[in-house]
């Protein structure tokens, strides 16, 4: 299974982007879908995921400003985001998972998300 991201680039605070993530090489709908985030000198971290069944969790940071949303059909997953601040930099990876087995992650390349002051 591969992931293909792309959508992101330089904003100004306040603005928005919005990424997307295409799974090829499988059929099967991958029961999670999502995007995590690393910011330079930290870890990894949730940004958005949503279940195959339409049910999405979002970090605390994300909650009221993004809105994730997928096709199942496609296997496809988009983060749209707003109200972008500079805290909002990172390296935006897709992630595709199955958490029950037999379990499986496969990440996306990245893409970059800068926002400037």
Same mark, same amino acid.
Request: proline share 8%; charged share 10%.
């Given at each position: 299974v591969q992931l293909q991201a792309s959508g992101g680039g330089l904003v100004q605070a306040g603005g928005s982007l919005r =990424?997307?993530?295409?799974a090829?090489?499988?059929? =099967?709908?991958?029961?999670v879908m999502g995007w995590y985030r690393q910011a330079p000198g930290k870890q990894r971290e949730l940004v958005a995921e949503m279940t195959s069944g339409g049910t999405p969790r979002y970090a605390d940071s994300a909650k009221g400003r993004f809105t994730i949303s997928r096709d199942n059909a496609k296997n496809t997953v988009d983060l749209q985001m707003n109200s972008l601040r500079p805290e909002d930099t990172a390296v935006y990876y897709c992630n595709a998972a199955r958490r029950s087995a037999p379990t499986y992650k496969y990440w996306g390349q990245g893409t970059l998300v800068t926002v400037s002051s």
């Open positions: =990424l997307s993530c295409a090829s090489g499988s059929r =099967l709908t991958m029961p």
